[in-house]
């Protein structure tokens, strides 16, 4: 049996193929168009899913969307009278989007010849099925936070087997995300995704403006969230679609947010210590709200397993901090905790909690995208008029681990692409964890981007506990871990300012190709880490030879190897 599923008419595009249950395929449609976070309908993702697998639509049973717009219409309909302002700010926005939403039958018929059943699954329904269908827990606590979708902007549930029980949810427009966003914009971050630019700035500042953000936002008892509405701006609406490209509205009140924490940063503007200090109080507000979110989902279900997804479930420096400030024992987030992965989850919702099918293996492996075998590549470079070394798999490895600890930074182009927003080693920049320059030439040379900003350290899973204090199995790089003291002058390049390090955690069967690779490097020098950043230059992650080839030859990176095939400039 086949369910498609996609997240469309909203940001992070994309689409998922189950078939019998397993994610069988994903991917994002801002991998096909070349733009980040795309927003339309998925049709190049629904395409790819459907060739790869070599069938139809006709042979698909059902196509689950990932939003509904009955979800919670009274709550909308009481907002709004007692909220006009702000209400018909966000209607406007979201009434052509429903339109949208309408087509989607039409549209998928005349490109495809054929539309299925449609399913309209709630938004937080699907990021909780994203990420409970996809753990190995038979029973856990659900919990999805995100900045908002179908007038919630938190659920608590239950879940066992295959069923999932909401429990509670907060009405928009209270929101740990808008909240979030609206000190990213205040910080001089001004576009959609921004969020992890503040993030990575956070450590360099003190939590000085802790106790002003406690009084904008806190956890209440009836409701989830209780906020301060004065200090934010809803009269614009939250997010906008034009061209299919997310543009955030004005969130904050500029004349507010200014008395207590000075003047907005403007483009242009250095970063100076008061701006780190807000990222710093602003990330540990927000973990503190986290924990108490978590608390309460355990008061209300006594589980010792978690499983979490939704934007704020991306935050990794809260998630690595979730079993030590909450009571579970256990923790899953989803390799895509973000809205893309709403299209698996609606199709696994539906699939396991509607249809009532039995749960299947966990899922571990994001390679959930498109593949070139070694005889496309070589008809690609071919047409291209490009030469390549082609070599086998153990020599090819041995060069590359010599060549990076050489301080070479190589693209690595290999099997299929990953769903979500990180480069696991598949579309991924390469380079040696050793070299206290590689930051500084990583992000000025090759990603072009805030000097500030980490990068990861994929590590052999069988050295995680001896590198990293309260290890956890990190297989998604969803986490953000303390390395141990003693060993952070080894591996300079990915020990963040406050002696952290997101990492990934690399499991000999999940990705042995990667393995080898990183344990060749082990050999030679005694670390098993590889410097990990995603395969890009201010795009979305390459998809396709073509474009990694392209970011090959416009940056300083020194080797690139697609599949077998090694290239190195002079």
């Not at 998925?42 to 689950?64: Q, Y």
């Not at 069923?163 to 966003?181: A, K, L, M, R």
């Not at 500084?440 to 994929?458: D, G, M, T, V, Y």
Request: glycine content about 8%; hydrophobic content about 40%; aromatic content about 12%.
């Amino acid at each position: 049996m086949y369910i498609l599923g996609i997240n469309a008419f909203h940001a992070d595009s994309s689409a998922a193929l189950l078939k019998d249950g397993e994610v069988i395929y994903a991917t994002e449609e801002e991998r096909f168009e070349r733009i980040k976070h795309w927003a339309g309908l998925p049709l190049k993702s629904i395409e790819f899913c459907l060739e790869s697998e070599g069938i139809t639509l006709e042979d698909v049973s059902a196509i689950c969307i990932g939003r509904d717009p009955k979800a919670k219409l009274k709550n909308k309909i009481k907002y709004g009278l007692t909220n006009k302002n702000v209400a018909f700010g966000l209607f406007k926005q979201r009434f052509s989007n429903r339109n949208d939403l309408k087509s989607i039958k039409d549209v998928i018929k005349d490109f495809f010849g054929y539309c299925p059943e449609i399913k309209f699954i709630e938004h937080h329904r699907a990021h909780l099925a994203s990420a409970f269908f996809s753990s190995p827990f038979e029973e856990a606590a659900v919990v999805s936070i995100d900045g908002s979708g179908d007038f919630s902007t938190v659920m608590i549930g239950k879940a066992k087997g295959s069923e999932i029980e909401v429990i509670e949810s907060q009405d928009f427009p209270i929101s740990i995300g808008i909240f979030y966003s609206a000190f990213t914009q205040f910080l001089g971050f001004p576009y959609y995704g921004d969020e992890y630019k503040v993030m990575g700035l956070s450590p360099y500042g003190n939590p000085t403006y802790l106790e002003a953000m406690r009084q904008l936002i806190w956890t209440g008892d009836k409701n989830i969230l209780e906020w301060d509405d004065l200090y934010f701006n809803l009269s614009g609406g939250v997010i906008s679609y034009e061209k299919n490209m997310p543009l955030v509205s004005p969130l904050f009140n500029r004349e507010k947010f200014e008395v207590v924490f000075g003047a907005k940063k403007n483009k242009g503007d250095e970063f100076t210590q008061r701006h780190k200090d807000i990222a710093c109080s602003l990330q540990r507000r927000t973990e503190e709200l986290i924990f108490e979110i978590l608390n309460r989902a355990y008061r209300l279900t006594g589980l010792e397993n978690v499983c979490i997804a939704g934007g704020v479930a991306q935050n990794s420096v809260a998630n690595g901090k979730i079993l030590g400030n909450t009571p579970f024992e256990n923790l899953y987030v989803p390799s895509a905790g973000h809205d893309a992965g709403i299209s698996m989850g609606a199709a696994q919702y539906y699939f396991f909690n509607d249809l009532n099918n039995k749960r299947i293996s966990p899922l571990f492996n994001a390679n959930l995208g498109i593949s070139f075998t070694n005889d496309q590549i070589k008809s690609i470079l071919d047409d291209m008029g490009i030469e390549a070394q082609f070599i086998e798999d153990a020599e090819l490895f041995e060069v590359l681990a010599t060549a990076i600890s050489e301080s070479a930074v190589v693209g690595f182009f290999d099997g299929r692409a990953e769903f979500g927003p990180r480069a696991l080693g598949s579309r991924s920049i390469l380079a040696d964890p050793r070299n206290a320059r590689a930051q500084q030439l990583l992000n000025e040379k090759i990603k072009k981007r805030e000097s500030f900003r980490p990068f990861a350290p994929s590590i052999l899973e069988e050295y995680g506990e001896e590198y990293f204090e309260n290890y956890q199995f990190t297989p998604f790089m969803e986490r953000v871990l303390p390395i141990k003291e003693a060993k952070r002058k080894f591996i300079p390049a990915v020990t963040h300012v406050d002696g952290t390090g997101r990492l990934q955690s690399v499991r000999k069967e999940l990705r042995p190709r990667y393995h080898a690779l990183i344990s060749k490097f082990h050999e030679k020098t005694g670390i098993p880490i590889l410097i990990n950043t995603s395969f890009n230059e201010n795009e979305p992650v390459v998809n396709h030879p073509k474009e990694a080839l392209d970011c090959f030859f416009r940056t300083n990176l020194d080797i690139l190897v697609l599949g077998n095939y090694l290239m190195k400039k002079e």
